[in-house]
Every structure is written in C-alpha cells, then in structure tokens.
C-alpha cells in the first residue's frame, strides 16, 4: 500500500485550513501556504465535498470550509475520500471464501495490519495535524 500524492496534498491542505480555524478560505490561498500547484488543490475539492469534510462557495469571497470542527474530522475520513477504501488485499475487501478464510496462513495477518492502520489514521483528527510543528524551521 503506498498513499498517494493525493492524500498527502490533501491531508496538508484540510491541515492548512484547520489552522486558520476553518473559516472560508480561497483553495489558491490554502495550496499557496502548503506549496502545492493550485490547479492540483482545486482537484482535490470536490472527493473531500462530496465525504462531507468541506463546505464549498463559489464566487467572490468564496472558497472553501470545514463542514465539521477540526478536531471532529477524522484522518481515515480524509484518505478514504481520496484514495478509496484502504484494504491491503483483495479478500479483505471482497470478502474471503471459506476456502481462503480455512487454507491461508496469511490472510489474519494482513487483516490484523489493516486494522492497526486504519485504527490509526481513525485516532487522529485534523486539529491534531494543524498543532504539530514542522521538523525544519527554515532551509539553508
């Protein structure tokens, strides 16, 4: 499993905006501060709309907002509206037949290390993403 840039960008953006307090912001304003290509940031509105995460408002003075306080908003909820469901293996997501459910030494271990992620990403909240410093201050 590898998360893509549209999750990384994502997270980064809906972190940016947790930390203005989640007021309506300009999506260009929100990828300017985070680095990311504007054209690239609008893209990632409308999957993060449609989950309920953000509120948008076209216009002048639009933009877009949390629909949620930051700290209700979940990681898992955030990655799942980008990426899709987070299932390591097929049968996971499927749902395993008896056979492999009986005959695969593997199949609680990749269950098991779904779990530990998804648990994780469910234990943290956009609030908790706005507070945490970045390990650099500057670049030389």
């Known amino acids: 499993m590898k998360i893509s840039t549209r999750s990384r960008y994502g997270l980064r953006l809906l972190a940016e905006l947790a930390r203005r307090g989640g007021v309506q912001t300009q999506v260009a304003e929100l990828a ?41 908003i979940r990681v898992l909820e955030a990655v799942e509206a980008l990426e899709g469901d987070l299932s390591l293996v097929d049968c996971l997501t499927n749902g395993a037949d008896r056979d492999c459910l009986v005959n695969c030494p593997t199949h609680r271990l990749w269950e098991d290390l779904e779990n530990l992620i998804k648990g994780f990403l469910a234990e943290q909240s956009l609030q908790d993403l706005a507070v945490k410093e970045s390990p650099v201050d500057y670049c030389i």
């Open 32 to 72: 300017a501060a985070q680095d990311i290509p504007p054209a690239y940031a609008a893209k990632l509105v409308d999957p993060l709309r449609a989950a309920g995460l953000v509120r948008s408002a076209r216009g002048l003075g639009g933009g877009i907002s949390l629909s949620r306080r930051a700290a209700d």
